[in-house]
């Protein structure tokens, strides 16, 4: 049984922003997320599923987005972690050009893709979606310890990164 047309157009209202930036947070590709969002509201509106309350909607919507967008990077042609440890060996020394000058905010966004997958979803479930880690572990269907583990490396691995490229933020250590 679907749900209703009235509640699905809330729903999507309420929700679609949380998990076209989610998924497109994880693929970095604008029409691959586009598509994930749309797979993901029309498995809802198809599920029939009974959802508790406001709260099991959005954590089943964000749980299949995430779900979604990893199916989607499998698809594409799965980055193995190797490449992080390879990306960092490149030379990234910054040429600044103001013509082609990019914000800080879109150079961290570029550095977030290049992590691996699950580093990336437990870094944008935590830090874009506000959730705990033990939210997050249910979601990802891992323990609380793993995701803080995952939290951790990925941080790391971002302020190494981030160090290289964005040298201009970064004060020697005294």
């Not at 437990?122 to 803080?148: C, F, H, N, T």
């Amino acid at each position: 049984m679907a749900i209703p047309e009235t509640q699905f157009r809330s729903l999507i209202q309420s929700h679609q922003r949380m998990v076209f930036s989610l998924a497109l947070r994880l693929l970095g590709d604008y029409e691959t997320a586009e598509e994930v969002a749309q797979d993901v509201f029309l498995e809802l509106y198809r599920s029939g599923e009974r959802f508790e309350s406001e709260d099991h909607i959005r954590f089943w919507l964000r749980r299949t987005a995430k779900h979604r967008a990893i199916d989607a990077l499998r698809r594409r042609s799965k980055r193995p972690e190797s490449l992080a440890d390879e990306w960092m060996e490149q030379d990234h020394s910054p040429h600044f050009d103001p013509a082609t000058h990019v914000s800080t905010e879109a150079r961290l966004e570029s550095l977030l893709r290049t992590l691996p997958e699950g580093l990336r979803a437990a870094i944008l479930l935590r830090y874009q979606e506000d959730m705990l880690p033990e939210e997050i572990a249910a979601v990802l269907g891992q323990s609380a310890a793993s995701i803080k583990s995952q939290l951790h490396r990925g941080l790391t691995l971002l302020r190494r990164k981030a160090a290289v490229t964005m040298k201009e933020y970064f004060r020697e250590p005294v």
